[in-house]
């Protein structure tokens, strides 16, 4: 089995939704994958039920439209904007926080679920794992899941720790 096989029977859809959602977001501007499966990317994949992305912000109107034309929810809230497709697992994030469109022009062509998908580079992905983890206001869940990825990220590719804070450093290196 594949792993786009079993992620489309763990997440009930989750792949063929995710196949859709790039499809139309092909169609409204500059858009990068973010988060846990842009990780994946890089290093050695765990499980999501997560879809994190940022659209070129005059874009994101008009590829939620599309979106709910294609019968998934669309809820807007204060940073962000999620769409679920009807019986599908998969949860789907676009930011809103414009500290992230600059993340556009540093995408790059990836292979996500057997589909070619445009991934923030993995500077981008690690400073918006950074930016994840030092916000008081998420879940404490949230955060220890950014600082597991910011460590899987850190074993990997070693630089990274230069713009880590130093309590992470010390994790890290304790090892």
């Known amino acids: ?82 769409a679920t497709a009807h019986g599908s697992d998969l949860q789907i994030e676009f930011t809103t926080d414009e500290r992230y469109q600059a993340f556009l022009a540093r995408a790059q062509p990836a292979k996500v679920l057997g589909i070619l998908v445009r991934v923030a580079c993995l500077e981008d992905v690690t400073q918006g794992k950074l930016w994840a983890y030092g916000d008081p206001q998420r879940r404490l869940s949230k955060r220890k899941k950014d600082e597991l990825d910011l460590i899987r990220l850190a074993e990997a590719y070693p630089h990274l720790k230069s713009c880590y804070p130093s309590e992470l450093i010390q994790q890290i290196d304790r090892g």
Do not use: W
């Open 1 to 82: 089995m594949t792993a786009t096989e079993a992620y489309e029977l763990t997440t009930q859809g989750g792949a063929t939704d995710f196949a859709r959602l790039i499809e139309a977001c092909e169609l409204f501007g500059p858009y990068c994958l973010i988060g846990g499966l842009a990780v994946n990317c890089y290093v050695e994949p765990v499980y999501t039920l997560d879809a994190d992305l940022v659209m070129v912000a005059s874009g994101l109107s008009a590829l939620a439209a599309r979106l709910d034309e294609q019968d998934f929810k669309i809820e807007e809230h204060l940073h962000s904007v999620y």
